[in-house]
């Protein structure tokens, strides 16, 4: 398998965990990547916001900058298929 790089799933949903909210992978539209870390687009995160201003919609989309020392583990999917070892008795 060749190096993976965040930049080449910039437009894909990437899984992360948030060291500000232990235990709880979190599925992101990865947008951009930078040196200090990621650019991405969260649902709870859209709507945290739209909620603290009082409205349902907006014309813009926010974005939130996450630096990679927030990020305890980041998880991609690759093409291949997986088995769960324990339901085939391995």
Not at 57 to 68: D, Q, S
């Amino acid at each position: 398998m060749s190096q993976v790089q965040f930049s080449d799933h910039v437009g894909s949903q990437i899984w992360i965990m948030v060291k500000r909210i232990p235990g709880r992978l979190q599925s992101v539209k990865l947008v951009g990547v930078e040196t200090g870390g990621l650019w991405i687009e969260h649902q709870e995160i859209t709507n945290a916001i739209l909620q603290s201003v009082g409205v349902p919609t907006a014309a813009k989309t926010p974005l939130v900058f996450l630096p990679y020392g927030e990020i305890s583990l980041a998880m991609i999917s690759v093409e291949g298929i997986v088995l769960d070892e324990k339901a085939f008795g391995v």
